[in-house]
């Protein structure tokens, strides 16, 4: 089976805090690759990340930083001094090279931060 | 265009009308994507479309929605006879060649109300 588990459905933190939203998937493939998409209350949904199952480097981008680990099969997502513009819905997504690879992407129930100043 | 556009940005319809949603996805995409979000869940893929073809239909609810493409351009998403239960955000989505590493890019979605 292909699936995305966001476990937290809310969180909320105070401005400055850090916070980690955590992602775990399951699919049958060797090659996939997840994503990490952020939807403000705009709705447009907005591209974070993508990680290929073959490259277990932890990155980071100014505040952000992913830690994906597939001992575990989780790609967690950390956002370090929170601001109140990180307020929105985050979505974790896999892509499985082996769906006839077309890109469709299987979406995890998203996790809603809310940063309070 | 410079990004995905859907319209109406909001639809309300009465229980039993047909809806027509519309897609315009970035010029020289050949994939597309439907996906619907209701209240407070995450998304559900609907279909793709790889050119003006639909490799991948199995997220159509039921027989009742209906999509096409032309010109390997616009979409349209078609709901016949609506439901309460359609109520929801369908987000519209393209990506340059629909290979499973692309990012996908997304309009801001048509909200849709069923009273």
């Known amino acids: 089976a292909q699936k995305v588990t966001q476990a937290q459905t809310e969180i909320s933190v105070v401005e400055k805090e850090d916070v980690t939203l955590d992602c775990v998937y399951e699919?049958?493939?060797?090659?996939?690759?997840l994503f990490w998409y952020k939807q403000p209350p705009s709705g447009e949904l907005v591209f974070l990340i993508r990680?290929?199952?073959?490259?277990?480097q932890n990155e980071i981008s100014g505040r952000y930083s992913w830690n994906f680990q597939k001992s575990t099969s989780s790609f967690n997502f950390t956002i370090t001094a929170s601001q109140v513009v990180d307020s929105a819905v985050y979505f974790c997504a896999l892509s499985p090279h082996g769906s006839g690879n077309t890109g469709k992407l299987i979406f995890g129930q998203g996790t809603t931060l809310q940063v309070k100043p | 265009g410079a990004g995905v556009s859907q319209s109406p940005s909001n639809k309300v319809t009465e229980k039993g009308k047909d809806v027509e949603l519309r897609c315009d996805p970035i010029s020289g995409h050949t994939a597309l994507y439907w996906y619907r979000q209701r209240l407070g869940q995450g998304l559900e893929f609907l279909i793709y479309?790889?050119?003006?073809?639909?490799?991948?239909k199995s997220g159509l609810p039921s027989d009742r929605f209906s999509a096409e493409r032309t010109g390997e351009s616009v979409s349209t998403l078609t709901i016949q006879r609506t439901q309460q239960e359609d109520s929801a955000v369908y987000l519209c989505?393209?990506?340059?060649?629909?290979?499973?590493?692309?990012?996908?890019?997304f309009g801001s979605g048509t909200q849709l109300s069923v009273l």
């Open positions: 479309f790889q050119g003006n073809s639909a490799p991948d």
């Open positions: 989505a393209s990506s340059p060649d629909g290979r499973a590493n692309e990012k996908l890019f």
């Open positions: 699919t049958r493939d060797t090659t996939y690759y």
């Open positions: 990680r290929n199952s073959f490259d277990e």
